[in-house]
């Protein structure tokens, strides 16, 4: 698996995490109400584990959109930096009597 599917949220998976995280609580209490037993590893889950994959993932996709942003952005630049240097050619070209389209 590779880490982007594991970390990078997207609603689905944040009402997922949500939804787990909520059937977990509800259990804990069913459990430690019910039998009077304290339920160690429903309260792990709750209270560490699907809190700090959340935070992670969270700042994971901060990052990502960060990344992805720039990346575009530098891209758009690139584009229209040789968009404009295929244009210069062309208005050279025209100077000296060539009317050739150079690609």
Do not use: C
Not at 19 to 30: P, Q, S
Not at 58 to 80: E, V
Not at 83 to 96: A, G, T
């Amino acid at each position: 698996m590779d880490t982007k599917e594991i970390f990078l949220l997207n609603i689905k998976k944040f009402i997922l995490i949500f939804a787990v995280w909520i059937v977990f609580v509800i259990l804990h209490n069913l459990i430690s109400g019910s039998f009077g037993i304290d339920e160690k590893g429903f309260l792990i889950i709750t209270t560490i584990i699907i809190p700090v994959y959340f935070i992670i993932s969270a700042i994971y996709s901060f990052i990502f959109l960060i990344h992805m942003n720039a990346r575009k952005k530098r891209a758009n630049k690139t584009r229209n930096l040789g968009l404009k240097k295929r244009k210069l050619k062309i208005l050279k070209n025209k100077e000296k009597g060539k009317n050739q389209l150079i690609l």
